[in-house]
Structures are given as C-alpha cells and as structure tokens.
T-cell receptor, first 113, second 113 residues
Framework: DVKVTQSSRYLVKRTGEKVFLECVQD?????MFWYRQDPGLGLRLIYF???????EKGDIPEGYSVSREKKERFSLILESASTNQTSMYLC????????????FGSGTRLTVV | DQQVKQNSPSLSVQEGRISILNCDYT??????FLWYKKYPAEGPTFLIS?????DKNEDGRFTVFLNKSAKHLSLHIVPSQPGDSAVYFC????????????FGDGTTLTVKP
C-alpha cells in the first residue's frame, strides 16, 4: 500500500521556535507539496518541489522554507513559529507521468502557543 | 482572488438519494479538475478527475460533469450512502502533469440514514 507519512500527528510549539515538519513518500514520486488547511480557507499551497533540491513557492510561502535533499523526503520548516501558523499541515506527492490526484499524508496538527 | 470556489459550505441528503456538489473556477488556464474526499483526522483522498477535453467522467457511483463555458463542475453521487459523509474538495490545475493544484474551500456532505 503506497504511503505518504508525516512524522507527527500533533505538535505543540512555542512562539519563536524553529519547527520541522517531515514528510516521506514511498512511491518514487517526483512532485511533493506542502499545504495548510484552515476552516473556511480550504487548502492553501505553501511550497512544492518537482525534483531533488528543487523548490518553488506556492501561494503563502511567507514564514516557511523547505528542504528536499532526497527524492522521498520533503521537509517544511517554520523559521520562527508564530500563533498564526497554528494549522493543519498536509503533505502530498504525485507522479509527473501518470494522471490522477495527490496522495496525501494524514496531516500534522500544529499548535503554536 | 479565489480561483476555485465551492459556494455551499454544507449539504445534507437522505441515504439513497443523489448528492450534487458544485464548484466554480475563474482561471481559464485550468484544464484538469479533481475531487477529493476528506474524513476527520485523515488526509484528503483522491476520488475522481476530469480533463477539459471531456465533459463527463464516471467511476462507479461517482460522476463528474464539466461545463467549460460556464467554468463550472459538479460531482454527483448516486446513490448516496452514510459512509459518503465527509468534506469534499474540488481542485484544479493547469496541465495534467504540472502537479500544482488550487483547491476550493470544501463542502461538508452529510448523508442521513
């Protein structure tokens, strides 16, 4: 069964902390994505990557950075966590060569206090 | 500027009846459209997609209709089952392998037994 695994289901961090959210996929997908989901706002794209060491900004990249050193791993970094980054974070992957949608992870519920 | 809109936050239907979820988009570059289903505490799951060269795509109880001139798509679920109760997200992308999708806010479907 193919999978996207997010390392934590729930996280509580303090304002100003540096936060790492990890995502690993086992499908050899080229494309990986980080979204956040907020009530009434749907899913908004933070960053995405088409290949190792490549990254592109999504719609709301401010306050975030990403790292993709290996094809299967895509990390989201909150440089200095703030309370407005409290959200559900969803990682997804997709093949570049086949039709169909994303495979999502189960999500990380991050609370910044 | 919200490029993908789901104007109904919620929908309630009786088991066995048809559920119709609607989605509108504004970006004429979008040519690939997807629907996802999301249960609480889980990541979204890809349900069905349609390319702009088609106006209908069926998969079992799920049918997606695309009206390009109106920039409108809909998801029909027939017959609806209680297990279909979930949040449904519409998404759109430009190019089938471009990867990046823009999501709507979601519609919460409740199917009553």
């Amino acid at each position: 069964d193919v999978k996207v695994t997010q390392s934590s289901r729930y996280l509580v961090k303090r304002t100003g902390e540096k936060v790492f959210l990890e995502c690993v996929q086992d499908m050899d997908h080229e494309n990986m994505f980080w979204y956040r989901q907020d009530p009434g706002l749907g899913l908004r794209l933070i960053y995405f990557s088409y290949d190792v060491k490549m990254k592109e900004k999504g719609d709301i990249p401010e306050g975030y950075s990403v790292s993709r050193e290996k094809k299967e791993r895509f990390s989201l970094i909150l440089e200095s966590a703030s309370t407005n980054q409290t959200s559900m974070y969803l990682c997804a992957s997709r093949s570049q060569t086949t039709l169909g949608g994303y495979t999502f992870g189960s999500g990380t519920r991050l609370t910044v206090v | 500027d919200q490029q993908v809109k789901q104007n109904s936050p919620s929908l309630s239907v009786q088991e066995g009846r048809i559920s119709i979820l609607n989605c509108d988009y504004t970006n004429s570059m979008f040519d690939y459209f997807l629907w996802y289903k999301k249960y609480p505490a889980e990541g979204p799951t890809f349900l069905i997609s349609i390319s702009s060269i088609k106006d209908k795509n069926e998969d079992g109880r799920f049918t997606v209709f695309l009206n390009k001139s109106a920039k409108h798509l809909s998801l029909h679920i027939v017959p609806s089952q209680p297990g279909d109760s979930a949040v449904y997200f519409c998404a759109a992308s430009a190019g089938t392998n471009a990867g990046k999708s823009t999501f709507g806010d979601g519609t919460t479907l409740t199917v009553k037994p």
